[in-house]
Nanobody, 120 residues
């Protein structure tokens, strides 16, 4: 079983910054992709950013140039630095991790979600 613990959400004014963290533990031997998704009230969950094991990244058009995803492989942790936040970034942010167990069975997990509210 894989556990993800997210932190770093909160209330911030427009134009402000937040940094989300997601630490992975449990039965995951090799992590391939890590990413962040978000879900606003009344909307479907959408991709924010992903980062592959080699470091290649992918961003939603709406956050390009403002958000940066990174990972610390030694700590099995993924980060999302969010700058120039806008009210439309308000959502619950979810961490997602995919990889393999020591027996090379695929495994994945979602975090519990952390609320990000951008408001004056």
């Amino acid at each position: 079983q894989v556990q993800l613990v997210e932190s770093g959400g909160g209330l911030v004014q427009p134009g402000g910054s937040l940094r989300l963290s997601c630490a992975t533990s449990g039965s995951i031997f090799s992590i391939s992709s890590m990413g962040w998704y978000r879900q606003a009230p009344g909307k479907q969950r959408e991709l924010v950013a992903t980062i592959a094991s080699g470091g290649s990244t992918n961003y939603a058009d709406s956050v390009k140039g403002r958000f940066t995803i990174s990972r610390d492989n030694a700590k099995n942790t993924v980060y999302l630095q969010m700058n120039s936040l806008k009210p439309e970034d308000t959502a619950v942010y979810y961490c997602n991790v995919n990889g393999y167990t020591s027996g090379w069975s695929p495994v994945g997990a979602w975090g519990q979600g952390t609320q990000v509210t951008v408001s004056s």
